[in-house]
C-alpha cells in the first residue's frame, strides 16, 4: 500500500483546516487570486508546509487558486520550467470555445 507523505496531508486531515479553508475562500471572494475565475477553487499554501509549518495554519499564508493557477505555481515551487505560452493560450481558447 503506497502512504501518502506529503508534509501537508496531517493539516488538510486535521479537524481545524475546514473552516480555515472556508475563511481563505471567503476573504477571497471564492475566486482564483491570480487570475479571477470562479468555479472549482483550491486553498494553497503561499510557503510550503514543508519549508514553514509553523504557517500551516496561518490564513495570511493561504491564498485561493483555481487548479490551472495551482499547478502553475506548483510547478515553479518544485522547479519545473513555466510550460510554454503557446500551450497556455491553446488551452484558453479550448476552455473558451467549451463556454460558448
Same mark, same amino acid.
Given at each position: 500500500?503506497?502512504?501518502?507523505?506529503?508534509?501537508?496531508?496531517?493539516?488538510?486531515?486535521?479537524?481545524?483546516?475546514?473552516?480555515?479553508?472556508?475563511?481563505?475562500? @471567503?476573504?477571497? &471572494?471564492?475566486?482564483?487570486?491570480?487570475? &479571477?475565475?470562479? &468555479?472549482?477553487?483550491?486553498?494553497?499554501?503561499?510557503?510550503?508546509? @514543508?519549508?514553514?509549518?509553523?504557517?500551516?495554519?496561518?490564513?495570511?499564508?493561504?491564498?485561493?487558486?483555481?487548479?490551472?493557477?495551482?499547478?502553475?505555481?506548483?510547478?515553479?515551487?518544485? &522547479?519545473?520550467?513555466?510550460?510554454?505560452?503557446? @500551450?497556455?493560450?491553446?488551452?484558453?481558447?479550448?476552455?473558451?470555445? @467549451?463556454?460558448?
Amino acid at each position: 500500500m503506497k502512504r501518502d507523505r506529503r508534509p501537508s496531508r496531517a493539516v488538510l486531515k486535521s479537524r481545524r483546516w475546514p473552516a480555515l479553508r472556508i475563511q481563505a475562500l @471567503r476573504r477571497d &471572494g471564492w475566486r482564483c487570486v491570480q487570475c &479571477g475565475r470562479r &468555479g472549482r477553487l483550491e486553498v494553497d499554501h503561499i510557503q510550503a508546509v @514543508r519549508h514553514a509549518p509553523a504557517l500551516a495554519f496561518d490564513l495570511a499564508n493561504l491564498q485561493t487558486l483555481c487548479p490551472s493557477c495551482h499547478s502553475r505555481k506548483t510547478r515553479r515551487d518544485i &522547479g519545473l520550467p513555466e510550460p510554454d505560452p503557446e @500551450r497556455d493560450r491553446w488551452r484558453e481558447l479550448l476552455r473558451d470555445s @467549451r463556454c460558448t
